[in-house]
């Protein structure tokens, strides 16, 4: 059974920055695109940025440049760094996980963790 389990987050400055990790468990993940969503309130879920089994990162246009996903050697955890954090970046943000980097909802999702920028 796979499992996603998020640390990190928290509040800060706008300005500042913050890393999200993500501990994946109960298969090979070396196989799996896995990224991160958010969803503000009031909107609809988005997603963040994706690392596909190649390694190659995708990101929205709104965290570019700014924001940077990464692996470790193993792909069981995964994390994210992110830099001049904006209040517009508040939200719950999500590890998730899929067996393709399809462009729709991943069939996995860890337990969620806030992410609060104050202006």
Avoid at 78 to 98: G, R
Wanted: hydrophobic letters at 30%; proline letters at 3%; aromatic letters at 10%.
């Amino acid at each position: 059974q796979v499992q996603l389990v998020q640390s990190g987050g928290g509040s800060v400055q706008a300005g500042g920055s913050l890393r999200l990790s993500c501990a994946a468990s109960g298969d090979t993940f070396s196989s799996y695109c896995m990224g991160w969503f958010r969803r503000a309130p009031g909107e609809e879920r988005e997603g963040v940025a994706t690392i596909d089994s190649d390694g190659n990162p995708s990101y929205a246009d709104s965290v570019k440049g700014r924001f940077i996903i990464s692996q470790d050697n193993a792909k069981n955890n995964l994390y994210l760094q992110m830099n001049s954090l904006k209040p517009e970046d508040t939200a719950m943000y999500y590890c998730v996980a899929d067996r393709v980097c399809s462009g729709g909802y991943p069939h996995y999702w860890g337990q969620g963790t806030q992410v609060t920028v104050s202006s």
